[in-house]
């Protein structure tokens, strides 16, 4: 049984304009650079995580397993505090190579978002 199909189609949406621009040149470099096994760059992975994903073990088994697999992995977790999130937040202290970013305030982690973007 179940529900009939339905066809909908998915519109995604940037949260900041400064999420959809290209990067420099510049910037594109490290990001190679980042990911070439012949150099020892620290590989910085930049996670934003919703409210409603932070009940998930996705975003804890991805960054243990990556913290095994290299040391290189330097993570930016962006959530923002709230009931919701205070438990997420207190386990994510605990695991090395982990840099928290949070505040209560939607408009302040859209902004935490696009500091993050430029400089990771």
């Known amino acids: 049984m179940g529900f009939p199909k339905i066809d909908f189609e998915v519109q995604a949406y940037p949260i900041s304009p400064v999420l959809t621009a290209n990067l420099p040149p510049a910037n594109s470099k490290i990001k ?14 930049s996670i934003p995580i919703s409210g409603a994903a932070v009940g ?3 975003f804890n088994h991805i960054v243990d397993k ?3 697999i290299s040391p290189r992995f330097a993570f930016k977790i ?8 205070k ?3 207190q386990k994510m202290l605990n695991i090395k190579n982990v840099e928290l970013i ?3 305030k939607d408009r302040e982690i859209v902004e935490k978002y696009e500091v993050v973007y430029k400089i990771n």
């Open 87 to 89: 438990n997420f937040i």
């Open 102 to 104: 949070t505040s209560d």
């Open 56 to 58: 998930l073990n996705f």
């Open 32 to 45: 190679f650079a980042q990911l070439d096994p012949e150099k020892n760059h620290t590989i910085n992975l």
């Open 78 to 85: 962006i959530v923002k505090s709230s009931n919701y999130t």
């Open 66 to 68: 990556l913290n095994h």
